[in-house]
């Protein structure tokens, strides 16, 4: 893949306003260049690419600099939101691999590269979490049992995963039933049996979708959720956007990636991890599930 194909698929439609027709025209610049230089003799085209690689050895440090910089002061952060709102900014980004997706996501792009092979055979996985090195999956078909070939079949599943992903070391396998996601609980606190409301059935949250749950505690206070199915994993979220704290109901859930439908900022649904800006986060609340209804523990969220 060429650099400025790199960049394309790094850049992600965010809105109405994007300069869609001044980036093509750059990237077009660009691949006719790559192109003129692909037709070069072997020292010529050896040259030019040396220095375009030098010219991006010489830019990263200072875009990694910057970033941190940004990233690390309360004020910098919400100027970096606004930067990578500019889809041309985070497209430079993760050019330089600068952005680039949580292990979560390429945990999936690792699975959907054997999910041929698994099918092929009868099986197929999906891929519930990523927590603490831990890929937590979920086994169908020929991959289930104690047979040679459902053996060899989730080495490869493990292989994909620990072989792709570096900050994955384990893989663990899940049964078929519905959970909520994780929470340690430190973040649910020492009152930990107060608090909880109970919101929709699990029914009503198919795989694969969204919904807002609207709840009143005790307290009197009335919050706004959303809860993610991803696979089986259902997660709740504050419905408030970390970019400028809109709702997120109204946004798309599509391959496990959560969009903002306010300014196009993505999230892993089943993380909050953002996506579109480093170190940026959605406030998860604590979760489960009982008499067949996700319970939220609300006050204090
Ligand atoms: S992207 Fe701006 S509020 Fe969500």
């Given at each position: 893949m060429t650099a400025v194909e790199t960049t394309r698929e790094a850049r992600e439609p965010v809105g109405p306003d994007e300069p869609d027709a001044e980036f093509?025209?750059?990237a077009t610049a660009v691949d006719a260049a790559a192109g003129a230089v692909a037709g070069l003799d072997e020292p010529a085209r050896s040259a030019a690419t040396d220095l375009r690689?030098?010219?991006?050895a010489f830019h990263r440090p200072a875009l990694v600099h910057i970033v941190r910089t940004l990233r690390d002061d309360p004020r910098g952060k919400e100027l970096l939101f606004d930067l990578v709102d500019d889809p041309n900014v985070r497209a430079v980004l993760g050019l330089h691999g600068i952005i680039r997706a949580d292990p979560?996501?390429?945990?999936?792009r690792a699975l959907d590269a054997v999910r041929p092979y698994l099918q092929s055979h009868g099986g197929d996985v999906e891929l519930v979490r990523v927590e603490g090195g831990t890929a937590y999956v979920r086994l169908h078909g020929s991959c289930n049992g104690c047979s040679m070939s459902a053996a060899t079949?989730?080495?490869?599943?493990?292989?994909?995963?620990?072989?792709h992903v570096e900050e994955i070391e384990r893989v663990e396998q899940l049964d078929d039933q519905p959970t909520v996601a994780f929470i340690p609980l430190d973040q649910i606190g020492r009152k930990r049996d107060t608090g909880w409301v109970r919101g929709m059935s699990i029914d009503e949250i198919p795989p694969g979708e969204m919904r807002r749950i609207d709840?009143?505690?005790d307290d009197g206070e009335p919050h706004s959720f959303v809860v993610t199915n991803v696979e089986q994993s259902l997660t709740v979220f504050r419905n408030a956007c970390v970019h400028q704290g809109m709702t997120l109901d109204g946004g798309m859930l599509d391959e496990g990636v959560l969009t903002c439908p306010w300014h196009g900022f993505r999230f892993d649904a089943s993380t909050g991890e953002c996506l579109s800006a480093p170190g940026a986060q959605l406030t998860q609340v604590p979760t489960r599930i009982e008499d067949g209804h996700v319970w939220i523990r609300a006050a204090g969220a």
């Open positions: 093509e025209a750059l690689m030098a010219i991006e979560a996501t390429r945990a999936r079949l989730r080495e490869g599943v493990e292989e994909a995963l620990i072989g709840v009143t505690p």
